[in-house]
């Protein structure tokens, strides 16, 4: 666990007006509401050090609906102007610079955040899609070597698309251009410092390997394991809940097993494992061996997402790209179940429907639909489905927690909760939490009062580099 404290100080002004750069700014808002409740005040805090690690400044982020207000103190630097940028990566240590292929001082904080992948650096009031999110007012030091900088930018946020927690504040040596790719000529990285949210603790379970994009996550609460697997390679990794130890369960490839989505533990101490395009559903012993792998209809569009334990023993199954939910008997026979084009449900481009819980009184299904935002409730007794909620775009895995539904919204990058009412049919979202950062969140699971989210990064798969290692993030419900 570490706790962030909120440090702040008076601070002078940059040219810029407070709030001019935000309303210079085309971009559109992030995707996730920020009227929506979080734990604490959203602000966050980068204590900047140079290249020998000592603290030579501070910089303050806080939310608002107009944007982030940054605050910068420096001390120690070279009068003039220098470049200022968020960067991807959490790491203020050594690394490769992607311009010079040569290792540099804070190079592990990599490129300039790209959200919008425009691949261009540009000046603070561009777009996002026509200038990195990162690129930032440039601060100015005055003789004395101390710097002052506060400006409101909508370039970037604390919480959706464009979040910038855990990611680093990196201060140039020399002036930036904001034409020149990749940083506008602004020279060696003499400052870092990485963008740590204040007032909220949580715990990391780092991961091995350079491509594991754990996408599914479970609790087995008899042995106190988490269980991930990824969706890269199949491979499902054991974690000790308390102590963090990290052990592989069940190498993938194992029976045609390519990927490993959704994961649940039955009360048998099964582990059930959406197969993702291979159109399949393994189930494996608690030794992790494969005791079958159960296989819908062959189409080059299956696509098996994710599953849902009911009480009377049979597992429902979503399928993001053919409509229709499957469902496993408890003697592990496989069955198309309801056909979703004779109910309001409608397929169209992208993922549509992802998570999938059964409600405790084993009455209905909350299902969520990526692409349109729609929760869904399927009565299991008359195949009735209505609607519940719309509002959640890019929703994936769910958690219910008594009348709370726990949302992970990958590309929003926020935990959503939605409270239900009683039998289940209506609903309002209730908060989003963005955490102290998260990485394209695809699935949850319980672990006591806490929830553990996968940071996926799978964003990342096709193109970009994803940061490692890859983590479980465990957090209090809220």
Not at 239 to 268: C, F, I, M, P, W
């Amino acid at each position: 666990m570490r706790q962030k404290m909120l440090a702040l100080w008076p601070l002078l002004t940059l040219g810029l007006t407070a709030g001019s750069l935000a309303q210079a700014q085309t971009a559109p808002a992030p995707t996730a509401s920020i009227t929506a409740d979080t734990v604490g005040p959203l602000n966050a805090r980068a204590l900047l050090v140079d290249t020998q690690g000592r603290p030579q400044g501070e910089a303050a982020f806080v939310q608002r609906e107009d944007g982030v207000r940054v605050n910068v103190q420096v001390r120690s630097l070279a009068p003039g102007n220098h470049g200022m940028h968020i960067h991807e990566f959490s790491a203020c240590a050594p690394g490769v610079d992607a311009a010079t292929n040569t290792v540099v001082p804070f190079g592990g904080a990599g490129p300039h955040f790209d959200p919008a992948m425009s691949h261009n650096h540009d000046k603070p009031t561009a777009a996002n899609e026509l200038g990195h999110g990162g690129d930032l007012p440039m601060l100015t030091v005055g003789e004395n070597g101390t710097g002052r900088a506060s400006f409101v930018t909508d370039k970037i946020s604390l919480r959706g698309e464009n979040g910038i927690l855990n990611r680093t504040l990196v201060i140039h040596a020399n002036a930036d251009d904001y034409a020149s790719d990749p940083a506008g000529k602004s020279g060696g990285r003499v400052l870092c410092g990485t963008v740590d949210r204040q007032g909220l603790s949580v715990r990391d379970y780092p991961l091995p390997g350079w491509q594991t994009f754990p996408e599914g996550v479970t609790y087995d609460a008899g042995r106190n394991l988490l269980l991930t697997g990824s969706a890269q390679t199949g491979d499902i990794y054991a974690v000790n809940a308390a102590s963090g130890e990290t052990s592989l369960y069940s190498r993938g490839g194992a029976l045609g097993r390519r990927a490993a989505l959704d994961l649940k533990v039955d009360s048998q101490g099964r582990l059930w494992i959406a197969g993702g395009a291979e159109g399949t559903v393994s189930v494996l012993d608690r030794y992790g061996v494969t005791l079958k792998v159960l296989e819908t209809p062959k189409s080059p569009a299956a696509f098996i997402n994710d599953l849902a334990l009911a009480p009377d023993g049979h597992v429902y199954v979503t399928d993001s790209r053919r409509p229709v939910i499957y469902r496993v008997s408890p003697d592990l026979r496989l069955s198309a179940w309801l056909d979703l084009t004779k109910t309001p449900i409608r397929y169209g481009e992208g993922d549509n429907l992802n998570g999938i819980v059964a409600t405790p009184d084993g009455r209905a299904l909350l299902i969520a639909q990526s692409n349109t935002g729609d929760l869904w409730r399927v009565d299991l007794r008359t195949k009735a489905v209505r609607k519940v909620l719309t509002g959640l775009k890019n929703a994936d895995g769910l958690v219910l927690r008594g009348q709370d539904l726990y949302v992970a919204r990958n590309r929003d990058q926020v935990i959503s909760r939605v409270r239900l009412n009683a039998d289940w049919t209506s609903a309002q979202l209730a908060a989003e939490e963005p955490l102290a950062g998260l990485r394209f969140p695809a699935t949850l699971t319980v672990v006591g009062s806490d929830l553990v989210v996968t940071q996926a990064q799978l964003d990342r798969r096709e193109g970009g580099t994803p940061e490692t290692p890859f983590r479980l993030t465990r957090f209090s419900a809220f």
